[in-house]
């Protein structure tokens, strides 16, 4: 079952302080509005992505807001290696010592086209960042999350991920594997972790990759990523406790 988070929700200034948190694609759309969320409310963001400048710019927005210090770590889902994976794991762990959070929100849309027509070569790279990415992330954090007291992975799920619709192609496909993975995760984890694993679906929101999806759409219709950043605060801090193994929805 679907569930929203919890309706006159507000979270507190000092939600997230003294906790580190990893956002993936967070130089745009809704990685760049929910990592100033997560700083603001007193996290110590670990911004990934794969463009530095835009990187570079949440990391100033945040400096400037007066939030936690973040940190920048350039890499591109595509492309990364478990060994990738496996050196940034060590690295949060070298120099930040802890983390509390994972929110897996890079994505590629690629293209809207009939599975007959798919380009097999596109289908591979979409489900390259949207599920293969998430999955060796997670692996490879997994061990320092448990450390942590009270730990929460967040997936990046979609409307087309709960259900099929045509011509969704690899992206659908790879947002069921992500809500696939949530469950499996959590279900793992149900007996013997303290780590929270859950799943969160933004809805329609005015960004590039919307625009992307619907290009007849007028912008103007949708909220912004701004305005949608409070079910992300609330299933990174203390008020989820116990929220686990669950498809929700931001709006
Ligand atoms: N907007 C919506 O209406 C909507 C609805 C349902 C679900 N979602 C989901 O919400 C999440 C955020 O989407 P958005 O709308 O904010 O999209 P967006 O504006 O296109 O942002 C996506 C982010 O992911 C990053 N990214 C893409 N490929 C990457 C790679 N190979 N390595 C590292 N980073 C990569 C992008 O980096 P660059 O900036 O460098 O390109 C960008 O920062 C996605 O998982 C999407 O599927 C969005």
Redesign the pocket.
């Known amino acids: 079952m679907n569930t929203h988070i919890p309706e006159d929700y507000t979270p507190r200034a000092d939600l997230l302080a003294g906790r580190t948190i990893l956002v993936?694609?967070?130089?745009?759309?809704?990685?760049?509005a929910v990592s100033s969320a997560f700083a603001a409310h007193g996290a110590t963001v670990i911004l990934?992505?794969?463009?530095t400048p835009?990187l570079e710019a949440v990391y100033d927005e945040i400096v400037s807001a007066g939030g936690p210090q973040p940190a920048i770590y350039p890499?591109?889902?595509?492309g990364a290696t478990p060994d990738d994976h496996r050196q940034l794991a060590e690295n949060i762990a070298s120099q930040l010592g802890r983390l509390d959070g994972l929110l897996?929100?890079?994505?590629?849309?690629g293209s809207l086209a009939p599975i007959a027509h798919y380009d097999p070569v596109e289908w591979l790279r979409v489900v390259q960042?949207?599920l293969n990415?998430p999955f060796l992330l997670t692996q490879s954090c997994l061990p320092l999350l448990e450390r942590a007291p009270e730990a929460s992975i967040v997936f990046?799920?979609?409307?087309v991920g709960r259900r099929g619709r045509a011509y969704w192609g690899a992206?659908g496909a790879s947002?069921f594997g992500v809500e696939g993975l949530m469950q499996i995760l959590a279900d793992e984890l149900e007996e013997n972790s303290a780590v929270r694993v859950n799943s969160l679906?933004?809805?329609?929101?005015?960004?590039?990759?919307?625009a992307a999806?619907y290009p007849a759409e007028n912008p103007a219709s949708?909220l912004t990523?701004a305005e949608i950043v409070t079910p992300y605060l609330y299933l990174m801090g203390p008020d989820s406790v116990g929220v686990h193994g669950r498809a929700l929805d931001a709006q």
Not at 48 to 51: D, H, N, P
Not at 75 to 78: F, V
């Open positions: 993936t694609g967070a130089g745009d759309g809704i990685g760049r990934l992505g794969r463009t835009k890499m591109d889902l595509e897996h929100n890079a994505g590629l849309l960042v949207n990415a990046t799920s979609s409307g992206y947002k679906n933004p809805g329609r929101v005015r960004t590039a990759m919307r999806a949708l990523p």
